[in-house]
């Protein structure tokens, strides 16, 4: 949907950002200045306890100076209620009095259905709190009592039940006029395959809202008080409003829990989050019946840097921490990152707080390791390496998970700490009461090398990083501009790796929307008009003749197949010099110089290869064959790298 010209000015006039922001934080009156529209307050995205975040009534923006948030009304909307653009718009409209432009057919009609689930789930609330009161939910209401649940527990996690019987809510709804479609389509029934009126979904079960971040009513999670039950817990099936890979449970108190300074924590199931939460631990979430997804990480990472992951302490618990760690890798930068606190074996955090109580559970989570020691500890636990073979293996193994790693500089952190807990299992033991003086574990004959890239700013400064966001950015504004080459491009959309979170939501955003002609819009409405208007202002863009010629088919499909062959090179290379690099770091050998050089010649499809080439070759102490000004270039490096090694030993004595 596209907003009129001057719609959003004439709303950041009507409203006051004091007025929006002051819902959400505590002014300090003593810097403040109310008079002139200048105000002082903790920030809300980062936990501090001086006012650091300033808001210019008069301008309508605010600023942290402590962790750089920095924004407008719709902003900061977007970003404490995790809304979309146009959500957080509608938001400040109704606040303002302002009516919403009137959408197009299709998308209001979306907006409408949403809405008019949104209230049957609401109804449907309210019929299962009911039923829990009633004489058929006693040993539900008893079984809530043995694990500890009040009365006024229950009420503030809204617990309800759902009877025996096939149409016990699907009656109650249709008494109050609802029609069948918004019925089966809110998951709540069923149809009958054999032409009968269609059947409730959850029965004989304890029922537990599912809310989204808005606190908005999308799905159920039901526990079956049958014990010969297949299914001990039922989650609704997705519809309009419900995506269980792209939710939280608890998500919308556990973001203000968060934001007052309390760690996020991530349990299994609801039980665990309702009993973390009644201790004291109000920043839990859980997933909604299924492994961590990318999507739920991503929403992790929005209410905080470092979520912690308190899985049960057994088998099935471990292996969900070993999934999240593939799953977070490809995706870390910093201070992004994810730490896991693991249950005595046997306990979830339920069993341990009415077993030793909150005081338990917060030791646990003053333990929670880092990612990289549970990565060691899950390639190393239970494995012998007595040879050289496997302990070989064992580093191409880590190597290989690391590498995935975007982030340069994290990426080398990760394989210094590796070489440490390396060093601690394979290095010389240190005797009781002195002896061997512990030292950072390094290769015999290896030469200590600065890593290539130290921080992200280098990366961005050397090119690497910002030539690579540029050219996922042409190539999905080309798709974009050009829907009719997306099904052609799309098993190569689905293997793009995104290094900025924006274009990973527009890639995302794109498949979901394959074949539809109106896919800008389409996309707007996921992404946000405002994010996609400021995506395709980048000053590039114009230069692109398959941008600026939308619709030209053959030029769009010949520049989408260039540029997606020229990323793919460009990372391969980027993928090799890593490696290499790293294998500098504990050999000699110059044969990487070949390496480097095929690689650098893969990355760079202009460079010529029908030269002639008349170089001096030599052969070096492995065998092979190498020229002789790239055999001399390395030398002369590794000379100036030990002798740059022996200045900074003399300075330091």
Request: hydrophobic share 40%; with cysteine; glycine share 8%.
């Amino acid at each position: 949907m596209s907003l009129p010209p001057g719609f959003l000015d004439e709303l950041r006039t009507r409203l006051s950002l004091t007025q929006v922001v002051g819902r959400k934080v505590m002014w300090d009156t003593r810097k403040s200045n109310q008079g002139k529209g200048d105000m002082w307050a903790p920030c809300p995205f980062h936990q501090e306890k001086s006012a650091s975040f300033h808001v210019d009534d008069r301008k309508g923006y605010y600023y942290c100076f402590g962790c750089h948030a920095k924004g407008d009304a719709i902003s900061f909307v977007r970003e404490t209620e995790n809304v979309s653009f146009m959500e957080a718009v509608e938001i400040l409209a109704g606040e303002a009095g302002m009516p919403m432009p009137k959408r197009d057919p299709r998308a209001q009609e979306k907006t409408d259905l949403r809405a008019q689930l949104s209230e049957v789930m609401e109804e449907a609330v309210k019929f299962y709190r009911l039923q829990l009161r009633t004489g058929l939910a006693a040993d539900a209401r008893a079984y809530l009592a043995k694990r500890g649940l009040s009365e006024d527990a229950q009420n503030r996690w809204e617990i309800g039940f759902a009877p025996a019987g096939w149409q016990n809510l699907y009656d109650a709804l249709k008494a109050k006029g609802i029609d069948d479609k918004l019925i089966i389509g809110a998951g709540l029934a069923k149809p009958s395959d054999k032409g009968k009126r269609p059947y409730d979904v959850f029965r004989n079960r304890i029922m537990f809202p599912i809310r989204d971040a808005r606190g908005r009513a999308i799905a159920f999670g039901g526990r079956a008080m049958d014990p010969n039950d297949n299914a001990k817990y039922l989650n609704s099936p997705e519809t309009a409003l419900f995506d269980k890979g792209r939710n939280l449970y608890n998500h919308k108190a556990a973001r203000e829990a968060a934001g007052k300074g309390q760690p996020l924590i991530v349990a299994e199931g609801y039980m665990d989050v309702i009993a973390m939460s009644e201790a004291g631990f109000g920043a839990t979430v859980a997933p909604l019946g299924t492994a961590i997804t990318d999507n739920q990480l991503h929403l992790l990472w929005r209410i905080s840097d470092e979520p912690i992951i308190a899985l049960d302490g057994d088998t099935a618990g471990i292996r969900a921490a070993m999934r999240v760690i593939d799953l977070a890798l490809p995706l870390l930068e910093a201070p992004k990152s994810v730490r896991f606190a693991i249950m005595p074996e046997g306990q979830d955090p339920d069993d341990l707080i009415r077993a030793k109580g909150a005081q338990a559970v917060q030791d646990v989570l003053d333990k929670a390791m880092p990612m990289v020691k549970l990565l060691w500890q899950r390639e190393t636990e239970g494995k012998v390496f007595d040879s050289p073979e496997r302990r070989a293996a064992l580093d191409k193994i880590l190597r290989e998970k690391i590498k995935v790693i975007q982030d340069p500089s994290l990426r080398h952190h990760y394989g210094e700490a590796i070489k440490e807990m390396r060093y601690d299992l394979f290095g010389p033991k240190r005797k009781q009461g002195g002896g061997f003086q512990r030292r950072p574990w390094t290769p015999r004959g290896a030469v200590p090398v600065a890593p290539l890239m130290t921080t992200k700013s280098s990366a961005m400064g050397s090119g690497q990083l910002n030539d690579d966001k540029l050219r996922e950015a042409v190539i999905l504004a080309i798709l974009i501009s050009n829907p009719t080459e997306v099904l052609a491009f799309e098993p190569d959309l689905e293997r793009l790796k995104c290094c900025d979170p924006l274009h990973s939501d527009i890639r995302d955003a794109i498949l979901r929307y394959v074949g539809e002609d109106d896919l800008r819009d389409r996309v707007a409405e996921e992404i946000g008009h405002m994010a996609l208007e400021t995506f395709f202002a980048d000053r590039h863009f114009p230069l692109i003749p398959a941008i600026r010629r939308a619709g030209d088919s053959e030029l769009a499909y010949n520049s989408l197949r260039e540029e997606f062959a020229k990323l793919e090179a460009r990372r391969g290379h980027q993928a090799e010099m890593a490696e290499a690099w790293e294998e500098f770091e504990t050999s000699e050998e110059e044969g990487l110089t070949w390496r480097l050089g095929t690689s650098a010649i893969a990355a760079d499809p202009t460079t010529s290869r029908s030269v002639e080439d008349t170089s001096e070759m030599v052969v070096a102490q492995n065998g092979l064959a190498v020229k002789k000004d790239e055999s001399d270039s390395l030398r002369k490096l590794v000379e100036a790298l030990n002798a740059q090694n022996v200045g900074q030993k003399k300075q330091g004595s």
